[in-house]
């Protein structure tokens, strides 16, 4: 069974470009979640997906990030304009329904590693 | 406000020998406890879950034990392998997954 899978896995920006990243969940995962983990950090909520509805973006910085799941498969996480203090890994993971086992137990992906110039 | 923290951001173990990771945390209305290993340039995967209201759960070498008077998680490791080097983050879910800083561990030959 294929896992999370994210593009690009690298990618090097100057500093007010556009970015955008894409991530293809597991098969029959409903609950899609971006993830954000600077150097030393752990993995940081940005925003999470019931099927197409995002139910918790509260992290999301809206002023310059969005994200959408259209059909309630594959996601994109825009950045526009990115900053330097936006470089770091975005994390993608998936699962069964947050509600109906909230054991936590999430399927990453490898992650976009972002630079910003 | 840090509500998971990871105290220690590396540990070094001789093969053979036990690891202890250690993980505290501050809300006591966390549903489930869980251990992620990560390897370099690879997402994290999960290890082991406890349930909020177990205090020990084994999986083959690993052990995860759970004090809630203490608010306080420890991932056992034994006996810790070469392979087992990899930095390891706690979590606790309660409506959402919230991790702690990692903590980096190697294992020694």
């Known amino acids: 069974e294929a896992g999370v899978v994210q593009s690009p896995r690298y990618k090097i920006i100057e500093k007010k470009q556009p970015v955008a990243f894409w991530c293809n969940p597991i098969s029959g995962h409903n609950t899609l979640y971006w993830y954000l983990q600077n150097l030393g950090q752990g993995p940081e909520l940005l925003i999470r997906y019931e099927n197409e509805e995002a139910v918790d973006d509260s992290q999301l910085p809206k002023d310059r990030f969005s994200a959408e799941r259209l059909k309630g498969v594959d996601s994109t996480l825009k950045i526009q304009p990115a900053e330097l203090g936006d470089s770091a890994v975005y994390l993608c993971a998936s699962s069964l329904s947050w509600g109906s086992s909230g054991t936590g137990e999430l399927f990453f992906g490898e992650g976009s590693r972002l630079t910003v110039l | ?109």
């Open chain 2, 1 to 109: 406000d840090q509500q998971v923290k990871q105290n220690s951001p590396s540990l070094s173990v001789q093969e053979g020998r036990i690891s202890i990771l250690n993980c505290d945390y501050t809300n006591s209305m966390f549903d489930y406890f869980l251990w992620y290993k990560k390897y370099p340039a690879e997402g994290p995967t999960f290890l082991i879950s406890i349930s909020s209201i177990k205090d020990k759960n084994e999986d083959g070498r690993f052990t995860v034990f759970l004090n809630k008077s203490a608010k306080h998680l420890s991932l056992h490791i034994v006996p810790s392998q070469p392979g087992d080097s990899a930095v390891y983050f706690c979590a606790a879910a309660g409506g959402k997954l919230i991790f702690g800083q990692g903590t980096e561990l190697s294992v020694k030959p």
